[in-house]
Structure formats: structure tokens, C-alpha cells
């Protein structure tokens, strides 16, 4: 609903979430697949280099997202 | 001659032909008996119905003061001891719809008398209100006040004379209520009923309808990231870690604006996560997991994005109601194309 709102003042708006199917059917125009629930931009298990690595994965992903054109709904696992 | 069943009818300045939006700030006032759209309502509900009085309303005045206006509306209403109250129809008026919605919820409410209105299926009051009274399905437009009026009369008189209702056979949107039926047959049965009929291509109706989400046209893409100005929202419960604005862990009633400037990480002494929904340990200890301030402050610092607003917008998703998340989404869109942001990176929980 937030990320709607956004997109509807004309602001691209990616979220970042792990239950895709919700920001899907909710509507949301632009969505990246999370790590988990409770730390989606996070690792905390994994070595530190590769939480590093996982990270930066996820934010490309959200810029890769911003930067597109979309027609209907853009989803990037 | 039986009782007379007595009306409270509400209608904007339009449609009681006080004029356009030049008067749309007009204050609330009562006539007796039916005005404009009443007279219809008068003749389709016949003799046994008397529309006492119609109650009008500015459009803007209603939706401005919204909140702090309804308790005086209804000890108006209740003055007149009516037995049911019309509002509308308001087609697919944006504020009428939901002027309409938040009055006839009111009345349902505090009065304990059903309240009946008519919307365009897009109505913002649709979604709003239609848990809270009756909302006919009507057409887009004033052209359509042909089949509304009896469509809302026929549904008036039910609902006096005790009938059963029910959203398609009365054609109001449906209010999200269960109600126990008898029928022929187990669930097993009319599941494999139905599966059988999907398999053959044959017609079916599900048992249960899913809502269907508005949906928004997306926005343009960033051009130039390097000159786009960023900026941080959240709906995982982020908070100072005092919580001093006492952000709820469910069901939020705002959302936050936190301060990040000059910060090039969330540090845990400073911030966590009040959410009511998830394990928050890890958030707590570092709640960059849930907003990503260090990653992004680096893409600005190595000039691949233009820069970031030194505000995070934070809510707490779990068991927020629909309405409140709209309004926190249309609020911080605002906020943020008042401080010229580009493009957001919201994350979710």
C-alpha cells in the first residue's frame, strides 16, 4: 500500500520484501525478493563477506528495479 | 394504514442544487421533507416511507472537518428519530463517495438504524466504508441515478421489513460478513464439484472471493541515478530506540519520520525495531538489515546515486488497516515531493 501511494505521486518506489505474493497482489509496481522477514536487507548467519555480498545483491537489484520502465509489474527474485 | 417508516435523507450542495464547487465549502443544514434526488427516493419507496428531512453538506466542509463534524450531523439526524438514512448515490465522486461512506458508518454506528448509499465500484468510499453500511453498486456518473434509486429503495425496504439481504441478490458490495447457511452438500463435495468443472472448462463460482486490489500506473523510471536524490522508507516498526514517539508494534496509527543526518550507519544504540510481528533480534542488533542506510550512503559516497534524504519514513506493517497504510503512503508521498526525492527504496517486513 505504501509503495503504491508513492508510485501514485509519480515517485518510483522499489520494495524490497520476502513474501512476494503479497506485494504482488496488493499491487505494488515494483519488487525485489528480500532475504527473510525479520532482516530483509540482512544475513546475520552467513560469514560476513558473504552477507556482504548478499546485501549488495539485493540493492542492485532495487536500483536495477528503479531504472526500468515498467508496464505492469516488475518482480526481480 | 400501517407505521410510516421515517427517512433521513443526506445529499451534497450539488445535488441539492446550491451549486458547484464555488460552494463546496458550504456548512451543514437541514430541510424538511426530500430535495433533488429525495423526490425519486420518495416516489420508488411509496406511502409507507416519508422522507422527513434531507440533511446537505459542502463537499469540502464535510471532507475538511470530516471527523469533528459527524457527532453534531448525527444528533441532527437523530432529532428527526428516523428509521433508516440515504446518503447519495455518489457514483464515482471522490469526495461525495466517501463523505457519504463515513456518514452512513456514523449512523450505523451510533445510531443502530441501517444506512444505505450508492457508489461507482472505484469510489474511494467503496473500500473505505463498505464493511461499515449498505453500498449499492451504481454506474460512474449521474446517469445512472435511474437504476440506483430503486436498486437502494428495494434494498431500504428489505432491511425495514426484516428480510434476509445479501450482496448479490441486493447488489451492495459485499460487507465481509459470515454468515451460516444450510446446504446439500459438504465442502469435499462442491470443492471436487468445482475442480470437476474447472477440469471440464465448465462455468464455476469460487466460495471465496478475494479482494480486488486498485492497481496504480507505475511511475517513470530514474534517468540518471547519479542525480537522483534517494530516500529511505520502511513499514519493519524502526524507531529510536527509546521509541519516544511510541510507534505501535500492530495495528500502527502513524508513521515516524527519523532523523539519519550525518549518519553513515544504523547503529544499534540508536535505533531498532518495535514490530509486533517478527523475531527482532537481529534488527536489534543491527537494523541495517531492515534499512539499508550503510549500503546506501556508500552508493552516494562513490557517486553512483545523487544523493539521500536525511529522513527515514518509518511505519509499523502488521495488522495496520488499509485505510491508515493509504493514508500513511499518500502523507509521505508528500512529504517527500516537497523535499524533491527521486526515487524511494522502501523495505518490508
Given amino acids: ?77 | 394504514m400501517g407505521k410510516r417508516y421515517r427517512v433521513v435523507h443526506f445529499i451534497n450542495q450539488f445535488f441539492a442544487q446550491i451549486g458547484g464547487e464555488e460552494k463546496a465549502d458550504l456548512p451543514p443544514s437541514t430541510a424538511a421533507g426530500p430535495v433533488g434526488p429525495g423526490l425519486a427516493f420518495q416516489a420508488a419507496l411509496g406511502d409507507a416511507f416519508e422522507i422527513a428531512a434531507t440533511l446537505i453538506c459542502g463537499d469540502n466542509y464535510f471532507a475538511t472537518h470530516g471527523e469533528s463534524l459527524l457527532p453534531a450531523l448525527i444528533e441532527e439526524i437523530r432529532s428527526y428519530a428516523p428509521d433508516v438514512v440515504i446518503a447519495g448515490p455518489a457514483f464515482n465522486a471522490g469526495r461525495y463517495g466517501p463523505n457519504c461512506g463515513a456518514l452512513c458508518a456514523a449512523v450505523q454506528r451510533e445510531l443502530g438504524i441501517p444506512a444505505v448509499t450508492g457508489m461507482y465500484c472505484e469510489n474511494p468510499g467503496v473500500d473505505l466504508y463498505r464493511r461499515d453500511c449498505y453500498i449499492i453498486e451504481t454506474q460512474n456518473s449521474a446517469v445512472g441515478m435511474r437504476r440506483a434509486v430503486p436498486a437502494m429503495s428495494a434494498l431500504v425496504k428489505k432491511l425495514l421489513r426484516g428480510q434476509a439481504v445479501s450482496p448479490a441478490g441486493d447488489g451492495y458490495f459485499a460487507k465481509g460478513i459470515k454468515r451460516n447457511v444450510f446446504v446439500e452438500k459438504t465442502g469435499a463435495d462442491r470443492a471436487i464439484d468445482m475442480l470437476l468443472a474447472k477440469l471440464a472448462g465448465r462455468p464455476y463460482q469460487s466460495e471465496l472471493v478475494f479482494p480486488d486490489f486498485e492497481r496504480v500506473p507505475p511511475a517513470p523510471p530514474v534517468r540518471d541515478l547519479t542525480r537522483a536524490r534517494l530516500a529511505l522508507v520502511t513499514d519493519a516498526g524502526l524507531t529510536d530506540r527509546q521509541n519516544s514517539a511510541r510507534l505501535e508494534s500492530a495495528r500502527a496509527t502513524k508513521f515516524l519520520e527519523l532523523n539519519i543526518g550525518g549518519m553513515d550507519t544504523l547503529s544499534p544504540e540508536r535505533f531498532g525495531s518495535v514490530h509486533g510481528g517478527f523475531d527482532t533480534t537481529a534488527a536489534n542488533r543491527n537494523p541495517n538489515v531492515l534499512v539499508p542506510l550503510d549500503l546506501v550512503r556508500g552508493l552516494v559516497r562513490q557517486g553512483r546515486a545523487g544523493g539521500l534524504l536525511d529522513t527515514i519514513y518509518s511505519t509499523t506493517g502488521n495488522g495496520t488497516s488499509l485505510k491508515n497504510a493509504q493514508r500513511f503512503g499518500a502523507e509521505i508521498a508528500a512529504k517527500l515531493r516537497a523535499q524533491q526525492v527521486d526515487a524511494v527504496i522502501l523495505t518490508s517486513t
Fill in chain 1, 1 to 77: 500500500m505504501l509503495e503504491k501511494e508513492l508510485e501514485r505521486a509519480g515517485i518510483p518506489t522499489v520494495q524490497i520484501c520476502t513474501i512476494l505474493p503479497i506485494a504482488q497482489t496488493a499491487g505494488a509496481n515494483r519488487i525485489v525478493k528480500a532475504v527473510a522477514i525479520p532482516h530483509p536487507v540482512g544475513a546475520p548467519e552467513l560469514p560476513p563477506d558473504e552477507e556482504r555480498a548478499l546485501r549488495s545483491s539485493i540493492l542492485e537489484k532495487a536500483l536495477q528495479a528503479l531504472q526500468t520502465s515498467v508496464e505492469t509489474q516488475l518482480t526481480i527474485e
